[in-house]
């Protein structure tokens, strides 16, 4: 006698094939959740660890905004050393200071202590005495300086309305390298003894302008609060609730939930697919069974057992191979790639709660199949055209209106509590979930509507054999919508996910460009006042070059508006040269006293072009505005100019009563490398000057975003891979097991060719359904998403979109033209026999 279970696994011979199958859909399927997850969660662990490089041990910055012109006193840092949980208090001074007499900046000045809590902060590790000094490596290029030499520092106190300079010179005793990932920075260190003397409200009890605090874990919020309780006009940062920090980590997880579902979602449709293959292969075993008197118990648990199996090996034998990846292959690609570094810890408990979490999954599927399988009779097990007819009901349409409602009531609750916050981002993510499955469930419905419709246009437009083709597709949409499920969420997760890379990268390009106006830019980081706009036609005079201008600070301009004087910066330019370039439009009126505003001024305002206006400027000792002229509106420039909303010509009284120092030459060249070479030169008379060209930093851009997207993209290069293998093989085991009917429609006059047109007609029908339905809610879902940072665009990837649909649909003509032809070219004899 056999057992229920050896009775299993002899069935097995009848299809060992399809059984490789589906324990390899299930291998990647597993392989892929388990690869992505941990390096997700490695790169989530990673993240917080250079969050906390960043900010060293830091979980509160405490103090007073500048506009309150208020420190903290040796008595307020007591009392925070003594609320609970409170383990570090460390005081911070704050100043500007001059360099070198270098007068025309100031560089940001930092007075520390010497704890270890301010050193990882500000990534120092000397003990500074009073006459020490620690400087960032940018402002030891700038001043030609290295570690022993002297620092002269001027800090300008106000005294009584007067100016009083206080000039120290101090030892470098560390130079600061950039922080990884950052750009170079300009900073000073000082012992906080030293400088909070110089700052202009401090007295003996002074202990700094903000404390750092360090707090037991998981404890820095009730920190923080009771602190504000001490005094509600204290200013309270908590390290992990920068934004920044919760959009980076909110974007991992939306990401890496969305991916495994859909993940889970093609490797659940193709595993029903190939589940039923297996099944159509044993079905006779079964049936044999079933006429011996084998009971629908005993028929369920040797499906039970079979499934099972299956499920187990596929689990047992993904974890092993995402095993093997993550600690062998991941990091050889990483070298390989000259990929940024990555975690490749291997966190045993999160991978057993991903491998028992699938296989609990991926047994509740299977459970679909068994109930099927014991239900059947011997004589519906033997009939080939079982009715897999749909038919809408009235519980169908309140499962779909209740979810409905759900999802409605989750995106108006999202808009109360805000988008961007976590919960709000969280409501958006399954309330986009929830729609895309009511459409998911939908679709068979759908497409059997489109078919009845379309039968009678098929027909006048495409003939008998595109109309036999559509009709006979009607009892196929059950069977063959783990196909099209397969499509359809395979395109969801493309188009999400390089919309995604797109968008990023298309974002960090925008930034670049609205930094670079032109292919190159030179920066004048000292603010020299030497440097002058002749030296634009020197530029200009490069064969390399096509044209430069220059950018100028941002002075204050008072304008007297409806008898009040309203402040505001402005910028120099060169009017006609930019009007040459079209970045405004023409001007007509006296350059010398005109004004360009902005459309956002103009309207808020009520000005328009010809208006004349009293100009002043704000005299500090008078402590009052004085006229200096007028000026006239000349042109009303796009809001594109985000941040001045003043412009004048270089040629302006106002530019020559209060000249603007030159911050930056946009220069646009014709051959970038070879006006880089030609323009070395002015190093040499100006050492301060730095060269950058946007060509460069766009390359350093897009590897770097490259670099992060990487490893995804190998996923989604193996997902498509894996879903275009399983959907090609599930038609063409469906189109195979069909082989009866196709020889009875050619014995009553359908020509070979005839049959060729429709066997492609049926398999291009399901495969076009599947990537229209998708790509349509892959762009329901990314916009849908879209909403949890609604300010933010979204970019597609058309491209990507295009050649993935491109590859899906050649690859089927090619397969199937060939299964067609072969067919369609049998012996009409030997197919009847078979059948």
């Known amino acids: 006698m056999f057992s229920m279970r050896t009775i299993a696994l002899k069935l097995f011979r009848a299809a060992w094939t399809n059984v490789l199958t589906s324990i390899s859909i299930i291998t990647i399927s597993i392989c892929l959740v388990m690869t992505m997850s941990v390096y997700i969660y490695n790169a989530n662990t990673q993240m917080k660890e250079e969050i906390q490089a960043l900010f060293g041990e830091m979980?509160?910055?405490?103090?007073?905004?500048?506009?309150?012109?208020?420190?903290?006193?040796?008595?307020?840092?007591?009392?925070?050393?003594?609320?609970?949980?409170?383990?570090?208090?460390?005081?911070?001074?704050?100043?500007?200071?001059?360099?070198?007499?270098?007068?025309?900046?100031?560089?940001?000045?930092?007075?520390?202590?010497?704890?270890?809590?301010?050193?990882?902060?500000?990534?120092?590790?000397?003990?500074?005495?009073?006459?020490?000094?620690?400087?960032?490596?940018?402002?030891?290029?700038?001043?030609?300086?290295?570690?022993?030499?002297?620092?002269?520092?001027?800090?300008?106190?106000?005294?009584?309305?007067s100016l009083e300079a206080d000039i120290g010179e101090f030892i470098i005793q560390e130079i600061l390298p950039p922080i990884k990932g950052t750009e170079s920075f300009s900073l000073i260190l000082l012992q906080n003894d030293v400088l909070k003397t110089w700052m202009n409200n401090s007295d003996e009890q002074t202990a700094g302008m903000y404390t750092l605090i360090k707090t037991e874990d998981n404890i820095a919020t009730s920190v923080g609060m009771e602190i504000k309780q001490l005094d509600e006009t204290l200013r309270v940062d908590v390290a992990s609730d920068y934004d920044f920090i919760k959009e980076n980590l909110q974007a991992l997880l939306i990401f890496m939930i969305v991916l495994s579902v859909f993940i889970l979602l093609i490797s659940s449709v193709l595993l029903m697919s190939t589940f039923q293959l297996l099944f159509y292969k044993i079905k006779e075993q079964l049936m044999v069974l079933r006429a011996l008197g084998a009971t629908t118990k005993q028929v369920s648990r040797i499906v039970q057992s079979q499934l099972s199996l299956i499920v187990s090996f596929g689990v047992l034998l993904g974890t092993s191979v995402s095993l093997l990846v993550i600690k062998l292959w991941l990091p050889q690609l990483i070298s390989m790639m000259k990929l940024p570094s990555a975690r490749t810890d291997l966190?045993?408990?999160?991978?057993?709660?991903?491998?028992?979490?699938?296989?609990?999954?991926?047994?509740?599927?299977?459970?679909?199949?068994?109930?099927?399988?014991s239900r059947l009779l011997p004589l519906q097990i033997a009939s080939d055209n079982e009715n897999l007819s749909l038919q809408w009901a009235k519980w169908k349409t309140l499962v779909v209106s209740g979810v409905a409602v759900i999802a409605l009531l989750l995106f108006s609750n999202s808009q109360l509590i805000g988008k961007s916050s976590g919960e709000g981002a969280l409501m958006i993510l399954i309330g986009t979930l929830l729609v895309s499955g009511i459409l998911l469930y939908m679709m068979p419905y759908l497409f059997t509507t489109l078919l009845n419709i379309s039968l009678k246009p098929i027909r006048s437009a495409l003939g008998k054999e595109a109309f036999l083709a559509c009709q006979q597709l009607m009892p196929q949409v059950r069977k063959n919508m783990p196909i099209v499920l397969s499509i359809i969420g395979l395109m969801i997760i493309l188009i999400f996910s390089s919309s995604l890379f797109k968008t990023i990268q298309s974002t960090e390009q925008n930034y670049i460009n609205s930094q670079y106006e032109t292919s190159m830019k030179i920066t004048n980081e000292l603010y020299d006042p030497t440097i002058t706009l002749d030296l634009i036609e020197e530029i200009e005079s490069l064969p390399s070059v096509s044209y430069a201008y220059a950018q100028s600070n941002s002075p204050l301009l008072e304008l007297k508006i409806n008898n009040r004087w309203e402040g505001n910066n402005f910028e120099a330019i060169d009017v006609q040269k930019f009007v040459a370039l079209n970045k405004i439009d023409a001007v007509n009126g006296n350059l010398e006293n005109g004004l360009i505003i902005t459309e956002r001024f103009a309207k808020e305002h009520q000005l328009s072009i010809g208006d004349t206006l009293k100009a002043g400027t704000y005299d500090v000792p008078l402590q009052q505005t004085v006229p200096i002229g007028e000026v006239q509106v000349i042109g009303i420039a796009p809001n594109h100019y985000f941040y001045i909303d003043f412009y004048m010509d270089w040629s302006s009284f106002v530019v020559a009563l209060n000249p603007p120092v030159i911050t930056d030459f946009m220069v646009e060249a014709t051959n970038t490398q070879q006006a880089l070479a030609e323009l070395k030169y002015l190093e040499d008379r100006w050492p301060a000057l730095k060269f950058t060209d946007k060509e460069t930093i766009i390359e350093q851009s897009n590897e770097l975003t490259f670099q992060r997207w990487s490893l995804f993209v190998g996923v989604f290069v193996i997902l498509i891979a894996a879903t275009c293998l399983g959907v090609l093989q599930t038609l063409l085991h469906s189109v195979y097991a069909k082989r009866g009917d196709y020889a009875i429609q050619r014995l009553i006059g359908l020509s070979p060719n005839g049959l060729m047109k429709l066997i492609l007609t049926q398999v291009l029908s399901f495969v076009l359904y599947g990537l229209t339905v998708g790509t349509f809610l892959g762009l329901l879902l990314t916009r849908m998403l879209g909403f949890i940072d609604e300010g933010a665009p979204i970019f597609y990837d058309f491209f990507t979109l295009g050649i993935t649909s491109l590859v899906f649909l050649v690859a089927t003509l090619v397969v199937f033209a060939l299964q067609g032809y072969w067919i369609s070219r049998k012996k009409l004899a030997n197919e009847i026999v078979d059948m």
């Open 59 to 161: 979980d509160l910055m405490v103090g007073y905004n500048p506009e309150q012109h208020k420190v903290l006193t040796n008595e307020q840092i007591s009392n925070f050393e003594s609320i609970y949980g409170v383990t570090k208090v460390s005081s911070v001074s704050l100043a500007h200071t001059i360099v070198e007499n270098e007068f025309n900046t100031t560089f940001y000045t930092a007075g520390v202590e010497n704890d270890n809590l301010v050193k990882s902060r500000y990534h120092f590790t000397v003990d500074l005495t009073p006459n020490d000094v620690v400087i960032s490596e940018n402002i030891a290029r700038l001043f030609n300086k290295d570690v022993g030499d002297s620092l002269q520092i001027t800090f300008n106190k106000s005294v009584d309305g």
């Open 347 to 373: 966190p045993l408990v999160f991978v057993i709660i991903i491998a028992a979490s699938s296989f609990i999954l991926l047994q509740f599927i299977t459970q679909w199949q068994v109930r099927k399988s």
